[in-house]
């Protein structure tokens, strides 16, 4: 089992930054990358970034290239999203998860944290 606490979501004005957090415990050597997902009322989950642990290496969704930064932590086994300039656009529930890769379908992650908010007003 894998454990992922998210942190740092909020409300912030368009225009601004926020960091998240993504803490895993656990069995972590069962996963081989971490995802970012955001979900919007009445919209799908959407992968916005993917990291590998080894390599580095990361996919961005077209929607953040550019304002967004994936990062990780090894030794702290956690997982960052820098978000900046953001727009209401972005606003959302975010998760971050686990899994063997860094997939768009969501069904291939096997590990979910429970998600912060980020509201971004205008």
């Known amino acids: 089992q894998v454990q992922l606490v998210e942190s740092g979501g909020g409300l912030v004005q368009a225009g601004g930054s926020l960091r998240l957090s993504c803490a895993a415990s656990?069995?972590?050597?069962?996963?081989?990358?971490m995802g970012w997902f955001r979900q919007a009322p009445g919209k799908e989950r959407e992968l916005v970034a993917g990291?590998?642990?080894?390599?580095?290496?990361?996919y961005y969704a077209d929607s953040v290239k550019g304002r967004f930064t994936i990062s990780r932590d090894n030794a702290k086994n956690t997982v960052y999203l820098q978000m900046n300039n953001l727009s209401p656009e972005d606003t959302a529930v975010y998760y971050c998860?686990?899994?063997?890769?860094?997939?768009?379908?969501?069904?291939?992650?096997?590990?979910w944290g429970q998600g912060t908010q980020v509201t971004v007003s205008s």
């Open positions: 998860a686990a899994g063997r890769g860094i997939f768009k379908d969501s069904r291939r992650y096997d590990y």
């Open positions: 990291i590998r642990w080894s390599g580095g290496n990361t």
């Open positions: 656990g069995r972590t050597s069962s996963s081989d990358a």
